[in-house]
């Protein structure tokens, strides 16, 4: 299977990296990611402590140490996922309100049923990787129970912002 990019070729060529060189590479394109946003008209956001803090999560919490540690990676890892909505409205009202705390939540809710069911799909590449991801560790009827759970848990926290965000005026 080849992916557009050259996306097999670029996970395996970061697979095979040393933890300290995964680090720069994760930093590398994270920097590439602030100059993108810094660019046009949020300088601010780029280097608030949301931006800084989902990068830092993203490269030494889940790249160097989850991935590849817990079934449960992309649960946590799925986090970092989670903080553009935090980071977009700060950029906008330079406030934090519940609106983008829910959006926070849909998206950690939304990450892992999205990421387990490709995982089912692509479990032998995941084994292959030795990333331990739930559907290498465990049998596909529990990834399925637990991608209902998680479905479930994202579609009843995305009802939280009807009565929050003045949706339906």
């Not at 989670?82 to 705390?101: E, K």
């Amino acid at each position: 299977v080849q992916l557009r990019d050259g996306g097999l070729e670029v996970r395996a060529f970061v697979a095979e990296l040393e933890a300290t060189a995964r680090a720069a590479y994760g930093a590398d394109w994270e920097s590439r990611g602030w100059k993108r946003l810094a660019a046009p008209v949020a300088a601010l956001t780029a280097l608030t402590p949301l931006a800084l803090l989902a990068t830092a999560y993203y490269v030494f919490v889940y790249t160097l140490w989850l991935k590849r540690t817990t079934p449960s990676n992309i649960v946590w890892g799925g986090i970092a996922g989670c903080f553009p909505p935090l980071i977009g409205w700060t950029a906008v009202t330079d406030a934090v309100a519940w609106p983008p705390l829910i959006l926070f939540l849909i998206v950690f809710w939304w990450t892992p049923p999205h990421t387990w069911a490709l995982g089912l799909r692509y479990r032998d590449d995941y084994a292959g990787a030795a990333v331990p991801m739930l559907p290498v560790v465990k049998e596909a009827p529990y990834v399925t129970r637990q991608i209902l759970v998680y479905s479930g848990l994202m579609i009843a926290t995305s009802l939280l912002l009807w009565p929050v965000a003045g949706t339906g005026r």
